[in-house]
């Protein structure tokens, strides 16, 4: 008999994505970033979430597959025209809502492709969204190397009045460059940093640090994965004060997360 052909690994998990996706199978969840001071929430960051045969599969599992695939590109237009559609209804239906920001994870596949801005400004106008009120997070997987191109894909969505952040800020070889080159309003803390603030001297020099740098250079921290009440005091003692982690709330659907949002919209004053 002869051999079967050898699958490629992560063949089957890329057929079963092309199906989802074909299917609209994928969801999108929310999760608040809030204000440290005040615990009013301030963004929400669009998460992908794909459930196969009855459990989730993981975003760091999938979304690789989606970049190297090419799937990323229809994907993450419909991330964003999903986000920014709910938040646009969200600040038209809640009280206090009408500053609130939708935060998009921006791969550095999509960067690459040419027609992103164009595609950004069309969702845009159809979602009826401010551009102020859209902010594109991007890694250090937007590459460094084509400077050049990336810097004036940054510089055009910013003169658009989009918001963009450093997401997973310090966990790559060029975050500094990063801030020399680049465009942003925001750095997010890696969540790496955070998980031991509380103990970890060294952890809560970096945030500190990172804090004032960020401070010298006009920008806004958020703190990644804040899980308990003593990180969320020391993040603030730090000089952080802007967080998002499971403590105050897990990403959710559009439905579950609404009442929270009346609640945490509904507090005065904002960070
Ligand atoms: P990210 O953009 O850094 O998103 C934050 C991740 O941290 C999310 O993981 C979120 O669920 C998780 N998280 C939030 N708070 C806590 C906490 O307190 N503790 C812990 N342990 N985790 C927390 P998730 O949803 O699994 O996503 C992983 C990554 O996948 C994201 O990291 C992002 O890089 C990527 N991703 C997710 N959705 C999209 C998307 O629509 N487009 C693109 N391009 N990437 C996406
Ligand atoms: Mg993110
Ligand atoms: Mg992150």
């Known amino acids: 008999m002869p051999a079967l052909p050898a699958r490629r690994p992560g063949a089957s998990l890329e057929q079963a994505l092309r199906q989802a996706v074909d299917r609209q199978e994928l969801q999108v969840h929310y999760q608040p970033i809030f204000s440290l001071a005040h615990?009013?929430?301030?963004?929400?960051?669009?998460?992908?979430?794909?459930r196969k045969d009855g459990?989730?599969?993981?975003?760091?599992?999938?979304?690789?597959?989606?970049?190297?695939?090419?799937?990323?590109?229809?994907?993450?237009t419909w991330v964003l025209e999903q986000a920014c559609r709910q938040v646009a209804r969200w600040q038209r239906e809640i009280a206090g809502a009408e500053h609130l920001v939708a935060s998009v994870n921006?791969?550095?596949?999509?960067?690459q492709h040419a027609g992103l801005v164009d595609e950004i400004r069309r969702v845009l106008v159809r979602t009826g969204l401010s551009p102020e009120y859209l902010n594109l997070e991007i890694t250090e997987t937007v590459s460094i190397e084509d400077c050049e191109i990336a810097s004036r894909t940054l510089r055009?969505?910013?003169?658009?009045?989009?918001?963009?952040?450093?997401?997973?800020?310090?966990?790559?070889?060029?975050?500094?460059?990063?801030?020399?080159?680049?465009?942003?309003?925001?750095?997010?803390?890696?969540?790496s940093f955070v998980c031991?603030?509380?103990r970890d001297p060294r952890d809560a020099a970096i945030v500190q640090g990172v804090t004032a740098l960020?401070?010298?250079?006009?920008?806004?921290?958020?703190?990644e994965g804040i899980e308990s009440h003593a990180q969320w005091v020391r993040l603030r003692e730090l000089g952080c004060n802007r967080g998002q982690g499971y403590l105050y709330a897990r990403p959710m659907t559009a439905e579950d997360l609404e009442p929270v949002l009346r609640k945490s919209?509904?507090?005065?004053?904002a960070a």
């Not at 615990?39 to 794909?50: C, D, I, N």
């Not at 459990?55 to 695939?69: G, K, L």
């Not at 921006?106 to 960067?111: A, D, I, P, T, Y």
């Open 39 to 50: 615990g009013r929430t301030l963004e929400v960051e669009a998460l992908l979430r794909w």
């Open 55 to 76: 459990a989730q599969v993981s975003a760091a599992d999938f979304i690789p597959v989606a970049e190297r695939t090419g799937l990323i590109l229809k994907l993450g």
């Open 106 to 111: 921006l791969s550095g596949r999509q960067f």
């Open 156 to 191: 055009t969505l910013r003169d658009c009045g989009i918001r963009l952040a450093i997401d997973d800020f310090g966990t790559g070889y060029s975050s500094l460059s990063y801030l020399k080159h680049f465009p942003v309003d925001s750095l997010k803390i890696d969540r």
């Open 196 to 198: 031991s603030i509380e």
């Open 214 to 223: 960020a401070g010298a250079l006009g920008l806004q921290v958020t703190a």
């Open 265 to 269: 919209l509904s507090l005065k004053a």
